[in-house]
C-alpha cells in the first residue's frame, strides 16, 4: 500500500547537537509537511512544501530547517537541539487532485528527546 | 493566522450515550474543516470533514455540523463505542495563506463499557 514512512522513529539526543528527521512517500502526492505535536498543543505547522522548489514556513519555523530532496522525500533539520524541541514530530502529504488537497496522511511519527 | 480553539479537552461518556466536541476559529476566510482522530500510539487519520458552502455532513454514527456565521463547527458521535476512545481533533484550512492547516489542542475521549 501506498504509504508515507518516517525515519527514525525515535531518537534521544543531547542539547546542541544537530539532527536530521527524514520523510518518505510512496503515495505520489506533491504536497508535504512537517507538524509537531506537544501534549495539551495539538498538532503545529512547522514547514510545508507544495512541490520540491516550494518551500514554506509555518506557524513555529525557528530552530527549525527542512529539505525537498524529491517529490517523495522532506527532510526536517533541527542545527542545534534544545530541550523544548523534544516532542513528537508528525509528516504528512496530501494531494492537490484529490478533493482539493484537503486531506492529509500522516507518517507514523519520530519521537524526539532532546536532553 | 487562524486560531482554532477546541473544547472540552476531556470527555467520558457511557457506551452507547452520544458525545459532543466543539470547536471556534477565527478567520472567516478558512473555508474548510476536518476531524482527525488518533488512537493511542498512532497516527492521526481523517474522520469527517466539512466544507464552508455545507451546514451539515452525516457518515453513520458521526457527523459534523458548521455554523459560518458564529465560526463553530461540532462533531457528534452517536452511540458510542469503546472503539471511539481516541484523542480527536478539529481543524481548519486558511485559504488565504497557502492553505495552512490549523488544528484544535484535541480532546480525550473516553468510552467506559
Known amino acids: 500500500d501506498a504509504d508515507v514512512t518516517q525515519t527514525p522513529r525515535n531518537r534521544i539526543t543531547k542539547t546542541g547537537k544537530r539532527i536530521m528527521l527524514e520523510c518518505s512517500q510512496t503515495?505520489?502526492?506533491?504536497?508535504m509537511y512537517w507538524y509537531r505535536q506537544d501534549p495539551g498543543l495539538g498538532l503545529q505547522l512547522i514547514y510545508y512544501s507544495f512541490d520540491v522548489k516550494d518551500i514554506n514556513k509555518g506557524e513555529i519555523s525557528d530552530g527549525y530547517s527542512v529539505s525537498r530532496q524529491a517529490q517523495a522525500k522532506f527532510s526536517l533539520s533541527l542545527e542545534s537541539a534544545i530541550p523544548n524541541q523534544t516532542a513528537l514530530y508528525f509528516c504528512?502529504?496530501?494531494?492537490?487532485?484529490?478533493?482539493?488537497?484537503?486531506?492529509?496522511?500522516f507518517g507514523p511519527g519520530t519521537r524526539l528527546t532532546v536532553l | 493566522g487562524e486560531n482554532v480553539e477546541q473544547h472540552p479537552s476531556t470527555l467520558s461518556v457511557q457506551e452507547g450515550d452520544s458525545a459532543v466536541i466543539k470547536c471556534t476559529y477565527s478567520d472567516s476566510a478558512s473555508n474548510y474543516f476536518p476531524w482527525y482522530k488518533q488512537e493511542l500510539g498512532k497516527r492521526p487519520q481523517l474522520i469527517i470533514d466539512?466544507?464552508?458552502?455545507?451546514g451539515e455532513k452525516k457518515d453513520q454514527r458521526i457527523a459534523v455540523t458548521l455554523n459560518k456565521t458564529a465560526k463553530h463547527f461540532s462533531l457528534h458521535i452517536t452511540e458510542t463505542q469503546p472503539e471511539d476512545s481516541a484523542v480527536y481533533f478539529c481543524?481548519?484550512?486558511?485559504?488565504?495563506?497557502?492553505?495552512?492547516?490549523?488544528f484544535g489542542t484535541g480532546t480525550s475521549l473516553t468510552v467506559i463499557p
Open positions: 481543524a481548519a484550512r486558511l485559504k488565504n495563506t497557502g492553505n495552512q492547516f490549523y
Open positions: 503515495k505520489g502526492h506533491d504536497r
Open positions: 466539512i466544507r464552508s458552502n455545507v
Open positions: 504528512a502529504t496530501s494531494d492537490p487532485g484529490l478533493a482539493g488537497g484537503n486531506e492529509q496522511f
